[in-house]
């Protein structure tokens, strides 16, 4: 499922570098359709905390969830930004919910450490691994795969409630 | 596979295409002509038709639809020459032929290599052009269309095909050959391209998508415009004018869409016919407004449903003449099938004079299904009627039948038209009919609605769940127990529910600074009223349904998303469902809250 493999040539990868609280992300850019200024989300009745609602982006609906309160990292502390990354794969089209986007940089296999012994509330099918950035180390997480297998309603008529 | 059939696949499916429609067209002059055969010009267009097929076919790469096509043409030709009586069974003849032909020609857009065996209807149709007399002519001609057809690598196109024919009718004598002659004028007239085309469905729909937009921005534009007060006058003009434009581009792009509900009552009168022949029931059926225009989509699906009610109509609800004439009712049955446009809906009527529902049966049996509670004994309403006769699996009609099936009734029904947004009801007096009201709108891209506010978010709800609107603070609310608050509306007890805890629940920020004004939607939900409050109502509007991302798809109590002009998204809410699953989604909403 990562774009490891075929997110660039000769070992070189272009990632997408932002915030979520104190700490740093980077995520394949090739997954990363568009990057929002947004400063008014509309929340949806019945879903998970973390999918903060809908906006709507060039007359279409778009959902967003919070990578913050996702990843389990406190939502309110040192926030000072909202960026929404418009995600999309072959299964959808999402909003990530981000502190502020910091850079585009191209890493080399030499500067990410694809096993670290590290403990992480990120599902490891989706962890990618730690890139060394200057004097940064950097969570890389395929976005795309986090955020299409999960199920965000907090109910559903196909599941039968009642 | 292995034979060497090189039809373009293209050609093919425009031929299929094009015949299905024509074949449709067809069956529906022939259902008419039927009504009265002195209408010969009918004959004269269901000609044409077959002639097209025929040409078509053959110039496609399709000699035996070719050959039963030219079969129906000798029939058509023979009842225009009044040599035959398009009796009864001349007409089932020649619609089952066309059947047929629809049923092969259907087979063949999963199979180009699709064969069937027309024989049978090749036997029939020449049985019935030659029941009377023999006509040597006819066998001539269709001798020299077979040569004609085994020529090598001849194959004519359409427009071709009509210049050919002259040659062949040496043979035929000169007062046929006039006749013939015209006829083929007339079809020759109607290759002409009529003035549509076909358009692919994804493009208008994302031609409408665009204007959709479009729409969005311009008012962004002029509203922008209002709020810092343009100083250019010629601007805020231009933007005011695009306004206009932009709107009626808009209601010119929704009419893409939509196409008359003729297709479906033609399948319905069919339907009806065969239906009643079979239950040896006369019935005058009428149809009218098949003139009105609906979303293709809602055309597409409202079909089903309507076939269903004039089944049952015909097989549980209209007597046999026998009984109709120890009712002292004329032995031949009426039944109505109306569809008219009312602002932006469509409404349907489906009504009958036969036996009505009988309440006391449909009482036994809703206990008997433990439907309704033993002790209820009280007359029921229309709508406590119908809420149990469209509860799933409740059927009244003893045995089991062909027509109406078994188990599934009502219910589908109900199902359907929900899905389309739109309501039924009923109304029956036992002994002297029923009848069925259905509103539908016209388009599943546009709903008529009323922009809400609970607590501080802008929600829209459908008017058509909505039966009424109050002010809830002229009502004296009680509770029960300090729980259930309900209200006494005109001497009704319906209960009530706070739609901002409903949606929301306990944790949302219940913002003070909201003005709220106490309304209360009124809805109908199984049968009895239900009273939601709500924060505010903004004004009612027509709002285009936006598609919500796949992760939102079946979250009861959500229909769909809205953009409004200010740009700004919004759900638009189904109420009935909400209520539904209130207790369910309040609990959960704790849960979540105390976390």
């Not at chain 2, 269309?145 to 043979?171: F, K, T, Y």
């Not at chain 2, 539908?440 to 009323?450: F, Q």
Request: net charge negative; with cysteine; hydrophobic share 40%.
């Amino acid at each position: 499922m990562s774009d490891i493999e075929n997110g660039g040539v000769d070992n070189e990868w272009k990632y997408l570098i932002y915030r979520l609280g104190g700490e740093l992300y980077g995520s394949p850019l090739l997954s990363i359709k568009e990057v929002l200024k947004v400063s008014k989300i509309k929340p949806v009745p019945y879903t998970v905390p973390h999918y903060r609602g809908i906006i709507s982006l060039r007359g279409n609906i778009i959902g967003v969830v919070d990578l913050r309160i996702k990843f389990g990292l406190d939502p309110q502390e040192g926030r000072y930004g909202s960026s929404v990354l418009i995600v999309e794969n072959e299964q959808i089209i999402i909003g990530a919910l981000v502190d502020d986007v910091d850079s585009v940089v191209s890493l080399s296999r030499d500067n990410v450490d694809l096993n670290p012994a590290i403990e992480t509330k990120i599902d490891p099918r989706f962890f990618i691994g730690v890139a060394k950035l200057n004097d940064d180390l950097v969570n890389l997480i395929d976005i795309a795969g986090t955020l299409s297998n999960e199920d965000l309603k907090l109910l559903s008529r196909t599941r039968g409630v009642l | 596979m292995g034979q060497e059939n090189k039809l373009d696949p293209n050609i093919v499916a425009c031929f299929i295409s094009e015949s299905l429609e024509l074949l449709d067209k067809f069956e529906r002059l022939m259902l008419d002509y039927e009504k009265n055969i002195s209408r010969i010009e009918l004959v004269d267009k269901m000609f044409q038709i077959v002639h097209n097929i025929k040409g078509s076919a053959k110039s496609t790469g399709f000699p035996a639809i070719n050959q039963l096509a030219h079969s129906i043409e000798n029939v058509l030709h023979s009842i225009r020459n009044k040599k035959i009586i398009a009796n009864q069974l001349v007409i089932s003849v020649l619609l089952k032929s066309a059947d047929f032909l629809k049923s092969y020609i259907v087979g063949l857009k999963t199979d180009v290599d699709f064969f069937a065996d027309i024989t049978l209807f090749e036997k029939e149709l020449k049985f019935i052009n030659t029941g009377n007399v023999i006509d040597k002519t006819e066998e001539e001609r269709l001798k020299s269309e077979i040569l004609q057809q085994q020529g090598p690598a001849q194959r004519p196109n359409v427009a071709a095909e009509p210049v050919n024919l002259p040659a062949q009718q040496v043979s035929s004598p000169a007062q046929q050959e006039n006749s013939l002659e015209t006829m083929l004028a007339v079809a020759k007239n109607s290759a002409k391209p009529d003035e549509q085309i076909r358009v692919a469905l994804w493009r208008l729909d994302s031609l409408i998508n665009f204007i959709g937009e479009l729409i969005i921005y311009q008012s962004m534009i002029q509203e922008r415009c209002m709020l810092t007060g343009v100083q250019d006058g010629a601007l805020a003009d231009a933007v005011s004018y695009m306004g206009k434009v932009v709107r009626e581009v808009q209601d010119v792009s929704l009419g893409l869409r939509m196409i008359p509900l003729r297709t479906i009552f033609t399948k319905i009168k069919r339907a009806a016919r065969t239906t009643s022949e079979m239950l040896n029931k006369k019935v005058n059926f009428i149809q009218e407004g098949e003139d009105v225009e609906l979303d293709k989509i809602v055309v597409d699906m409202i079909g089903d449903p309507l076939i269903h009610l004039i089944r049952n109509a015909l097989d549980h609800g209209i007597e046999t003449p026998m009984e109709r004439e120890m009712k002292g009712k004329k032995e031949e049955g009426y039944l109505l099938l109306r569809a008219e446009q009312k602002e932006g809906n469509v409404h349907i009527t489906v009504k009958d004079d036969g036996a009505g529902i009988n309440r006391e049966k449909v009482i036994a049996k809703a206990i008997e299904k433990k439907i309704l509670p033993l002790n209820r004994v009280k007359n029921l309403s229309n709508e406590e009627l119908f809420s149990i006769m469209t509860h799933p699996g409740f059927s009244t009609k003893e045995e089991v039948n062909e027509i109406s099936g078994r188990g599934v009734g009502l219910d589908v029904v109900q199902s359907a038209i929900e899905d389309l947004k739109g309501n039924c009801r009923l109304e029956s007096v036992w002994g002297e009919g029923t009848t069925f009201y259905i509103t539908i709108p016209l388009t599943l891209s546009i709903i008529e609605g009323m922009v809400i506010y609970l607590d501080d978010i802008k929600y829209v709800v459908p008017m058509g769940q909505l039966v009424e609107t109050i002010n809830n603070s002229k009502f004296v609310v009680v509770t029960s127990t300090g729980k259930g608050k309900m209200i006494n509306l005109r001497g009704e007890v319906i209960p009530v529910i706070d739609l901002s805890r409903a949606v929301h629940g306990s944790a949302h920020n219940q913002d003070t600074k909201v003005n709220r004004d106490f309304s209360g939607l009124v809805i109908s939900y199984g049968g009895h009223k239900v009273s939601l409050e709500v924060s505010s109502i903004v004004s009612q509007q027509q709002v285009v349904i936006k598609e919500l991302g796949k992760e939102l798809r079946d979250i009861p109590g959500i229909v769909g998303g809205f953009i409004l002009g200010d740009g700004e998204p919004g759900i638009i809410l189904n109420l009935p469902e909400i209520v539904k699953y209130n207790g369910h989604l309040i609990e959960k909403k704790k849960e979540i809250s105390s976390k």
